[in-house]
């Protein structure tokens, strides 16, 4: 079983994508951009293929991370209707136009016995995404985050 997440451990690092591609795609793209030469038309023609294969390496690494979270903040959007549905017998719609899609996010950490509270308190006093994680006493984890 995995340990209890809560605020302090709740972000996700995968090692391969944040300490091995990403750092790797970088270091290529700024190594070719530090060595760009214009000195002749050969120098100059390999310094921009370069320069295109390091912005192509970062992000054919890049991409699918994001796609990968648009989807999942999808999901989290179905599940928090979802919930309010349940705990209400009404729609989250007038609601949701109230929050942005990071403080629903985050109110996604809150247990249902504080959900209701805490998005009213979040619309009335425009909660930072932070602010609303760390006032989660009730911590529902979720270890299969992107």
């Not at 690494?61 to 999808?74: G, H, V």
């Amino acid at each position: 079983m995995s340990k209890t997440q809560n605020f302090q451990n709740h972000a996700k690092y995968y090692p391969l994508h944040h300490f091995i591609i990403m750092p790797m795609g970088l270091l290529f793209l700024g190594w070719t951009i530090f060595r760009i030469d214009f000195n002749s038309h050969q120098s100059a023609s390999d310094s921009l293929y370069f320069i295109l294969l390091g912005l192509i390496i970062f992000l054919i690494s890049y991409l699918p991370r994001i796609y990968a979270i648009k989807n999942q903040n999808r999901i989290i959007r179905m599940e928090m209707r979802q919930r309010y549905f349940q705990l209400t017998g009404k729609a989250f719609y007038e609601k949701e136009n109230k929050l942005s899609p990071s403080q629903i996010i985050a109110l996604r950490f809150a247990g249902d016995d504080e959900l209701l509270a805490l998005i009213d308190k979040t619309i009335q006093e425009n909660t930072t995404p932070k602010e609303i994680k760390k006032s989660v006493s009730n911590w529902q984890a979720d270890h299969h985050r992107v």
